[in-house]
T-cell receptor, first 113, second 111 residues
Framework: DAGITQSPRHKVTETGTPVTLRCHQT?????MYWYRQDPGHGLRLIHY???????DKGEVSDGYSVSRSKTEDFLLTLESATSSQTSVYFC????????????FGEGSRLTVL | GQQVMQIPQYQHVQEGEDFTTYCNSS?????IQWYKQRPGGHPVFLIQ?????EVKKQKRLTFQFGEAKKNSSLHITATQTTDVGTYFC???????????FGGGTRLMVKP
């Protein structure tokens, strides 16, 4: 356990509503990541952060935004949720050093009706 | 962009049989990582390979990194029910900031 907590763990929402998922870490890691996991697609990177207010896009960033105002928190926002964003979302932190391994949170299951 | 592919997508084996999953990257990798995700769980880091042709073992698991650093494999000898889960390979981009995962191989073991 690398001190990562995700909230909420489960959420059901309706199409068009905004949703924010929170990732909180307690170990001051610089790099944080948001992935989504869907059957047949493995884990796909949405956005990542390499420091406070420093973020960049991953391979499936459309429809998502992120913010990192504090080292410990990395927020993922769906401005207007769509059914295609129904997924399990995992936050991860990277151990110090280039090419370090990732430690994942427990995941947040989001259902958009 | 970088693509990482894994085969097979699913594998059913009888307990005691061997299992292998293969990983191929569209680009040369600086290293390759392997993760395991138990049903209902989150991915957990298993190992990292860095050198061309490297082979590492963890008990019944053998990991190999290809000579060209574009492919890798995970072999499990004499599978057990505790091996059930999805195995992912992953590689960093050249900048070393984005980790791209393969689609995973889901292993099911019949007792």
């Amino acid at each position: 356990d690398a001190g990562i907590t995700q909230s909420p763990r489960h959420k059901v929402t309706e199409t068009g509503t905004p949703v924010t998922l929170r990732c909180h870490q307690t170990e001051n890691h610089r790099y944080m990541y948001w992935y989504r996991q869907d059957p047949g697609h493995g884990l796909r990177l949405i956005h990542y952060s390499y420091g406070v207010k420093d973020t960049d896009k991953g391979e499936v960033s459309d429809g998502y935004s992120v913010s990192r105002s504090k080292t410990e928190d990395f927020l993922l926002t769906l401005e207007s949720a769509t059914s295609s964003q129904t997924s399990v979302y995992f936050c991860a932190i990277r151990q110090a050093g280039r090419n370090g391994e990732l430690f994942f949170g427990e995941g947040s299951r989001l259902t958009v009706l | 962009g970088q693509q990482v592919m894994q085969i097979p997508q699913y594998q059913h084996v009888q307990e005691g049989e061997d299992f292998t999953t293969y990983c191929n990257s569209s680009t040369t990798l600086s290293n390759i990582q392997w993760y395991k995700q138990r049903p209902g769980g989150h991915p957990v880091f298993l190992i990292q390979l860095v050198k061309s042709g490297e082979v590492k073992k963890q008990k019944r698991l053998t990991f190999q990194f290809g000579e060209a650093k574009k492919n890798s494999s995970l072999h499990i000898t004499a599978t057990q029910t505790t091996d059930v889960g999805t195995y992912f390979c992953a590689g960093y981009n050249n900048a070393g900031n984005m980790l791209t995962f393969g689609g995973g191989t889901r292993l099911m073991v019949k007792p």
